[in-house]
């Protein structure tokens, strides 16, 4: 199969709402990452979703609609608080979960009573959805366990001969994926933290939990606890208090001729480790989250070991882009 890569307009889009309709998966660009996205209504369309990814089978998918879909019909109750976050930061990126009124196929929730929707504010998506106008069941457009896509290329790396179609909206200004936010209690609770805060949250809702998985007990959100983010090359994290450690490993790893990288902020990139080989994540908390995946990405091309070093900054964005981060790079827990 030919993967064609083009922009969310005309003939482009004719094809993306056929290949949908024929229960074919379309990639597209998202403001947080590229998703890839098939008939959220058929079993089959949603199996090859996870076929394609080699996703597990109990890691649910979110579903996204057009900013004038009817998300009523989809889910049972949404409670005042969501109706106000709906209001205050739809569209854009945050998945809120709902009691499900199993309108679509069983497999995107995995067996849970709830769904899981997000309205993406990209011009490139809500173009597709409103040409599809169905509900599109999409995790990020890479394989299971690897670094989640922020440009067309990323997608066609993973995928190209696997899928028709990318519908190239440039690169992600977001560059983490959604906040997940699950409102089906009385206060909302973050599932997977994003560029969604939990102060904006509470600021809008009255208060806001942070769901934090206690050992042994079965996830609420299940693909919080797979493994996920991984660059295909080795990688270490060092906190800020161990950079003479970290500049020890480097040297190390540079001895023993494995080609090792930094992957730490600006203020370190040009400052105390510009002599080594460094990709920058930049200074603030959104322009880390814009470039977080794209740096993995390239870090597995150029490097042999990528040494993440804790960027200092805490809170809000911080938040995301540090359960991001240390996933990646110390290499615990891991999702599709
Ligand atoms: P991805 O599609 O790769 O961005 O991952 C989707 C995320 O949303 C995973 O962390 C899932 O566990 C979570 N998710 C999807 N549906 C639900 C749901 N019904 N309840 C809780 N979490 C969900
Ligand atoms: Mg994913």
Redesign the pocket.
């Known amino acids: 199969m030919k993967t064609v890569i083009a922009r969310a307009e005309g003939a482009a889009l004719t094809w993306a709402k056929e290949y949908i309709l024929n229960g074919e998966v379309v990639a597209f660009h998202t403001e947080t990452v590229y998703g890839l996205g098939a008939d959220a209504r058929s079993d089959n369309a949603v199996k090859r979703i996870f076929q394609l990814k080699g996703r597990p089978a109990d890691?649910?998918?979110?579903v996204h609609v057009h900013k004038d879909y009817d998300i009523a019909s989809l889910v049972d109750y949404v409670p005042p608080y969501a109706e106000a976050l709906k209001r205050e930061y739809l569209p854009g990126p945050l998945?809120m979960?709902f009691p499900s009124k199993g309108k679509v196929s069983a497999l995107v929730?995995c067996g849970?009573q709830?769904?899981?929707v997000r309205v993406p504010s990209s011009v490139t998506a809500q173009a597709f959805l409103k040409e599809a106008d169905i509900p599109i069941a999409?995790?990020?457009a890479n394989l299971s366990k690897h670094v989640?896509p922020v440009t067309a290329r990323h997608v066609y790396d993973d995928f190209a001969g696997k899928i028709p179609l990318i519908l190239d909206g440039g690169e992600c200004s977001g560059g983490i994926?959604?906040t997940?936010l699950?409102c089906t209690g009385e206060v909302p609770q973050i599932?997977?933290a994003g560029l969604v805060t939990q102060e904006m949250i509470a600021r809008v809702a009255g208060d806001c939990g942070v769901y934090r998985m206690k050992s042994g007990e079965k996830p609420?959100?299940?693909?919080?606890a797979y493994q996920h983010y991984s660059p295909r090359c080795a990688t270490a994290y060092y906190p800020q208090e161990e950079l003479a450690a970290a500049v020890e490993r480097y040297q190390r790893e540079e001895q023993a001729g494995n080609r090792p990288c930094f992957l730490c902020e600006s203020e370190l990139a040009c400052g105390a480790l510009s002599a080594f080989c460094t990709l920058d994540l930049g200074h603030t908390g959104k322009e880390m989250a814009r470039r977080l995946y794209a740096l993995l990405r390239r870090g597995e091309e150029i490097s042999g070991i990528l040494i993440a070093i804790e960027p200092k900054e805490k809170g809000g964005v911080m938040e995301g882009v540090l359960n991001r981060l240390t996933r990646a790079c110390r290499g615990n827990g891991n999702?599709?």
Do not use: F, Q, Y
């Not at 890691?59 to 979110?62: E, F, G, Q, R, S």
């Not at 609420?220 to 919080?224: T, V």
């Open positions: 890691n649910p998918l979110i998945t979960v929730s849970l709830t769904l899981a999409a995790p990020s989640s994926e959604s997940v699950d599932l997977r609420k959100s299940p693909g919080m999702e599709a």
